[in-house]
């Protein structure tokens, strides 16, 4: 989302709220939402911070699925 990779992954990350908003405006027993971490840190993208992200997703329950690491 940020740094060298903010040309791709900010359109992906729009994509993916455009795609989660029509999902919602359809109605239905679930409401997603979209939860966006970025991989990189200072600019540069860090491994071991896309590592946390998804040990963040993975520990919480409320989560269904993911989208990435880009």
């Given at each position: ?7 791709n992954?900010?359109?992906t ?48 329950k409320s ?6 690491p880009f």
């Amino acid at each position: 989302m940020s740094g060298g990779e903010a040309a791709n992954g900010v359109p992906t990350t729009n994509g993916v709220k455009l795609a989660v908003d029509q999902a919602n405006a359809k109605g239905g027993k679930y409401k997603y939402q979209v939860v966006v971490l970025d991989d990189a840190v200072n600019g540069i993208h860090d491994p071991a911070q896309g590592a946390k992200n998804i040990q963040q997703f993975v520990s919480d329950k409320s989560v269904m699925g993911v989208v990435g690491p880009f």
